[in-house]
């Protein structure tokens, strides 16, 4: 059974940083590009970055550009997402999502995890 | 990155039909193929419905289907079950620079 459990939401002032993890299990984690995706509390899905299998291409959304940085630890079967100079409108539920096609993927997210919350506020 | 356009909301009796556009542009939507929805029930984590445009997972039924003509990609629900009463959002693949875009969701009532 595949199962994303994400962890590393806390609350946090403006300006702060935080890593968040995502272990994975019941798949090849080594073979799937993984994203993260946001949700503002009320607001939709944003999606937020990538990286592709062998972790050699990373991707992000312009409105965190510069400020998060996504990794993954193919030995470990994690995903993570450190997040500095965070700002208010961080706010929301950090889902990590796997691609459903192997290496390149479709873009197109089979599993989701339940999510970690981050607040920022002061 | 501009997020695709859907209607806030639509609803539909069971029984009927009712489908969901999702507007992008020649940039996303127009250029490739790779649209995929997403149904999310209050406080649940979304799942994936649609994907490649049209095609269904494993699992998910075959009352939902999709369809694109030029820039606009099309959710359809036949049938429709109080279950399907959720949010549903659009999803594509906009190219290297932008990379990933989603629509702002369609709130579906099941009246």
């Known amino acids: 059974e595949v199962q994303l459990v994400e962890s590393g939401g806390v609350v946090v002032q403006p300006g702060g940083s935080l890593r968040l993890s995502c272990a994975a299990s019941?798949?090849?984690?080594?073979?799937?590009?993984m994203h993260w995706v946001r949700q503002a509390p009320g607001k939709g899905l944003e999606w937020v970055s990538l990286?592709?299998?062998?972790?050699?291409?990373?991707y992000y959304a312009d409105s965190v550009k510069g400020r998060f940085t996504i990794s993954r630890d193919n030995s470990k079967n994690s995903l993570y997402l450190q997040m500095n100079s965070l700002r208010t409108e961080d706010t929301a539920l950090y889902y990590c999502?796997?691609?459903?096609?192997?290496?390149?993927?479709?873009?197109?997210?089979?599993?989701w995890g339940q999510g970690t919350l981050v607040t920022v506020s002061s | 990155q501009s997020a695709l356009t859907q209607p806030a909301s639509v609803s539909g009796s069971p029984g009927q039909s009712i489908t969901i556009s999702c507007t992008g542009t020649?940039?996303?939507?127009?250029?490739?193929?790779?649209v995929s929805w997403y149904q999310q029930h209050p406080g649940k984590a979304p799942k994936l419905m649609i994907y490649?445009?049209?095609k269904r997972p494993s699992g998910v039924s075959n009352r939902f289907s999709g369809s694109k003509s030029g820039n606009t990609a099309s959710l359809t629900i036949s049938g429709l079950q109080a279950e399907d009463e959720a949010d549903y959002y659009c999803?594509?693949?906009?190219?290297?620079?932008?990379?990933?875009?989603f629509g702002g969701g369609t709130k579906l009532t099941v009246l």
């Open positions: 020649s940039s996303d939507v127009g250029s490739y193929n790779l």
């Open positions: 490649e445009g049209s």
């Open positions: 999803c594509s693949y906009a190219g290297s620079s932008t990379t990933v875009v």
């Open positions: 990286i592709s299998w062998d972790g050699g291409s990373t």
């Open positions: 999502a796997k691609d459903l096609v192997v290496h390149l993927g479709v873009y197109a997210f089979d599993y």
């Open positions: 019941g798949f090849t984690f080594d073979d799937y590009t």
